[in-house]
């Protein structure tokens, strides 16, 4: 999730685009820059880090012009440098863009430019369409870009300038938000409200499949085939902190919403069910490697490491390999059997926990192999990692990690299925089955957030509770753990997440009708188990709040409250299921007047022991 912004108009562009970008810098902030037109020639300046080092790069070399277009960067491919930040030029320096969104088919696209003998300046796939546009241009920037796009396959939110157009900036929308603001004598492209308040209230939203050719005074959005499309010019009256947070009241709400389309950019050129195919590039574990792998611990963090002991199940059973799973300031100290033929995985939003590096370092001090989930590039774990797999979420603000573990179940799913095919323990048609499971979550997930409106009145029956208990079991008992954390840390409620076998073991002396019990019983081989342990808390006062496949018509004779979710496969449906526990806890933290998005006592990263 990257910032991008264009002005044309009377004013100098230069100092409206750097505002833009900052009101854009919460979607990205680990390079910069800002492209302009001046006397036919294009001028870009650019910087690593946050945007004030943009700023004092344009104290040291001012650039002035009427037409111009920015960037902030949240890096996806190619670490945060100088030369993978935006603006890209084509190598004829006529054609300058900024992106954002991913290119599936980089590398096809890679490998067919560097025969014309075209180098490219970066490591981003965003460079590609700058080269695909010079290569259509033929005097024409609208037409030149709707041509090459017809050769993209993913997501863009695109800005593009042409030096021999230099009155004009043409932008395009497919999967990645753009919006155009609509002055007098001026207009505005941006990634979102936000940036475009300060200028205008007057918006054009664009379409996925739209082109528009941006000018001082005119407007024209087509569609890549050149069909003319009227857009609606919308008055929006959000404030400043709405627009942010995109009309949210918290980023927290924010991100639970963003899910699907996290869930999508993370999968995105990276599974193609139809074929079973799954090509995770950053992994590049050696087909003989995966093979011969004795072990794999997973080590993270809070609901990272819930996201590993979820994934524990797949690793399991799909790929046969012994696997555990280890909370990393434990993982440390104590003195796990290591060797060579040991697979490590840290999993670490934001790739700067200290515990996890720590373990990692202990474990690469073993000469284990190392894998890192994370979802910032050139975070310290992913430059300790020999290989990391980057989720693509975007920021993720609030200090709840939600999007964030969602985001990474994906990647670790996609990892057990494409080990467990190359170990022959999984048949291509049995692969190709997963994968389209896979693919419809976004899918479900959006079906199911349509509707939120029940959990809004449990949130209120429950919010003056005391205790929680979240019990599940299997691939759900993590997900148990991960609801339970979401209460403690936004709504500061004891909550505990149980193992539901364990319930007999003791816990169930706490029973009474002073406690609800949350329970995850969707459709899977343990369903029975899990609503026995249902009865046996119902029995003894407790009520009980059961998550559920929406087919199951029978558990509304066991359950006090019944939310529904989509029909998922058991081993995935930690995805589904921990949606609702995600809300639950929002809601009650809400009605009790928490600050969501910045809970006491909690940091978004924990860089100290
Ligand atoms: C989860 O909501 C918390 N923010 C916290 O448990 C977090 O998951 C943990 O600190 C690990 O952070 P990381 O993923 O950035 O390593």
Redesign the pocket.
């Known amino acids: 999730m990257c910032g991008i912004f264009g002005y044309v108009g009377n004013k100098n562009s230069v100092d409206i685009i750097f505002s833009g970008l900052k009101k854009l810098e919460y979607r990205g902030y680990d390079s910069s820059g800002i492209a302009v037109v001046i006397d036919k020639e294009l001028q870009i300046r650019r910087s690593v880090g946050r945007l004030c080092n943009l700023k004092s790069n344009l104290l040291k070399s001012p650039m002035s012009a009427n037409i111009g277009i920015g960037h902030t960067r949240w890096a996806t491919h190619g670490k945060p440098s100088e030369k993978n930040a935006h603006p890209h030029m084509d190598p004829t320096k006529s054609i300058v863009i900024v992106h954002n969104g991913i290119v599936e088919n980089y590398g096809k696209l890679r490998t067919e430019l560097l025969k014309c003998e075209w180098e490219f300046k970066s490591e981003t796939d965003t460079e590609i369409i700058a080269h695909l546009i010079r290569r259509c241009y033929k005097n024409n920037l609208f037409n030149a870009v709707q041509k090459a796009l017809c050769k993209v396959k993913g997501s863009y939110a695109l800005g593009v300038l042409c030096k021999y157009e230099s009155d004009k900036i043409v932008c395009a929308k497919q999967d990645a938000p753009l919006i155009i603001g609509v002055g007098k004598g001026e207009n505005f492209i941006a990634s979102d409200v936000t940036a475009l308040l300060p200028y205008t209230r007057d918006m054009i939203f664009l379409e996925d499949g739209d082109i528009a050719e941006v000018s001082a005074e005119k407007i024209v959005v087509k569609d890549i085939k050149d069909g003319i499309k009227n857009r609606e010019i919308k008055n929006i009256q959000w404030n400043a902190a709405q627009a942010e947070k995109d009309g949210y009241k918290h980023f927290m709400l924010k991100e639970i919403f963003e899910q699907p389309r996290a869930i999508e950019n993370t999968f995105r050129g990276r599974i193609y069910p139809e074929t079973g195919r799954i090509c995770i590039e950053e992994a590049k574990l050696k087909e003989e490697d995966i093979r011969s792998l004795s072990n794999i611990y997973i080590v993270?963090?809070?609901?990272?490491y819930h996201a590993g002991l979820a994934s524990k199940f797949l690793f399991e059973n799909f790929t046969k390999i012994p696997t555990e799973v280890d909370i990393a300031s434990e993982f440390r100290y104590r003195t796990p059997i290591l060797n060579e033929k040991t697979l490590i995985i840290v999993?670490?939003?934001?790739g700067?926990?200290a515990d996890?590096l720590a373990a990692l370092k202990l474990a690469k001090s073993k000469s284990c192999q190392t894998l890192a989930v994370c979802n910032v590039v050139d975070s310290s774990i992913s430059r300790e990692a020999k290989y990391t797999v980057y989720t693509h979420c975007g920021p993720e603000i609030g200090?709840?990690?939600t999007k964030?573990f969602t985001s990474q179940l994906a990647v670790l799913y996609l990892l057990a299925f494409d080990w467990a095919y190359k170990r022959g323990k999984l048949t291509k048609e049995k692969l190709k089955e997963y994968l389209k499971e896979l693919w419809e979550i976004p899918l479900k997930i959006s079906k199911f957030l349509k509707n939120t409106e029940s959990l809004q009145t449990l949130a209120k029956e429950f919010m003056n509770k005391k205790d929680f208990l979240y019990l599940g079991r299997h691939v759900n008992y993590p997900v148990a753990l991960e609801g339970a954390?979401k209460l403690k840390?936004i709504a500061y409620m004891h909550a505990e997440g149980y193992a539901a076998g364990e319930m007999k073991h003791g816990p169930i002396a706490l029973i009474d009708e002073s406690i609800p019990i949350l329970a995850i019983a969707v459709k899977s081989e343990v369903y029975k188990k899990i609503v026995s342990n249902i009865e046996e808390v119902k029995s003894r006062g407790g009520s009980v709040v059961v998550v559920a496949s929406e087919s199951d018509k029978e558990i509304v004779t066991k359950s006090d409250y019944t939310i529904y979710v989509p029909e998922v496969d058991e081993f995935i449906s930690p995805l589904m299921t921990v949606i609702p526990l995600q809300l639950l806890a929002y809601y009650i933290a809400v009605f009790l007047g928490c600050d969501v998005d910045q809970p006491r006592n909690?940091a978004?990263?924990?860089t100290v022991e």
């Open positions: 993270a963090c809070g609901t990272s999993i670490s939003q934001s700067e926990t996890t200090v709840a990690s964030a954390l840390e909690l978004k990263s924990v």
